[in-house]
């Protein structure tokens, strides 16, 4: 069974960053596309960024590309997301999802586990 366990989410403010961490227990965490989604208040669950177990990376929109960068070492069964230049839209619950087949995504559908989110609030 794959668990996800996210960490490094808080309160900051504008302009601020912060690096957000995910644990994978699982055997073949290497072989999965990993991602992060967010979900604002009152929005639903949308995407943010994926690393495919090679390194390729995908991102949501150009203007999270410049502040946001994921990362993976899959020695240690992790995945980053660090942030930066933060903004108060981008308070939002974050969570992080594997995808077994590698198809490096951004659709919910495509992933079969999820961690339970940590929540991020940046201040004005």
């Known amino acids: 069974q794959v668990q996800l366990v996210e960490s490094g989410g808080g309160l900051v403010q504008a302009g601020d960053s912060l690096r957000l961490s995910c644990a994978v227990s699982?055997?073949?965490?290497?072989?999965?596309?990993m991602g992060w989604f967010r979900r604002a208040p009152g929005k639903e669950r949308e995407f943010v960024a994926a690393i495919r177990w090679g390194g390729l990376r995908t991102y949501s929109t150009n203007s999270l590309k410049g502040r946001f960068t994921i990362s993976r070492d899959n020695a240690k069964n992790t995945v980053s997301l660090q942030m930066n230049n933060m903004k108060p839209e981008d308070t939002a619950v974050y969570y992080c999802?594997?995808?077994?087949?590698?198809?490096?995504?951004?659709?919910?559908?495509?992933?079969?586990?999820w961690g339970q989110g940590t929540q991020v609030t940046v201040s004005s």
């Open positions: 699982g055997r073949t965490f290497s072989t999965y596309t």
């Open positions: 999802a594997a995808d077994e087949e590698d198809r490096g995504g951004s659709l919910l559908s495509m992933y079969d586990y």
